[in-house]
């Protein structure tokens, strides 16, 4: 499977920002790729946080709207709580639109780790 590369995790305390990163293989047709942000608490199922279509349409989870920001390449995480802490995963979908299940992205990331302490 194919792997992006993501970076910018991290510790911080409540209210503090990070900014995640995730890198494509050149090889990837961009042209029809949507981007997602996933993260799995231990013990918890995966979540989707956050996806941006090649179109530029954004969609987020209710528990981080007017927080997180995306873009094709990045995800700002503003305001974070200790609820926000997770592994984060980058995620890509060669296709239109950007689908809710896992089992349909066709790349991710390795995880990220984010700490967010009170």
């Known amino acids: 499977q194919v792997q992006l590369a993501e970076s910018g995790g991290g510790s911080v305390q409540a209210g503090g920002s990070l900014r995640l990163s995730c890198a494509a293989p050149g090889y990837i047709n961009s042209r029809y790729y949507c981007m997602a942000w996933f993260r799995q608490a231990p013990g918890k199922e995966r979540e989707g946080v956050a996806a941006i279509t090649r179109d530029g349409i954004t969609t987020y989870a209710n528990s981080v709207k007017g927080r997180f920001t995306i873009d094709t390449q990045h995800l700002q995480m503003n305001s974070l709580k200790p609820e926000d802490t997770s592994v984060y995963y980058c995620?890509?979908?060669?296709?239109?639109?950007?689908?809710?299940?896992?089992?349909?992205?066709?790349?991710w990331g390795q995880g990220t780790q984010v700490t967010v302490s009170s």
């Open positions: 995620a890509g979908f060669e296709g239109g639109g950007c689908p809710a299940s896992t089992d349909q992205y066709h790349y």
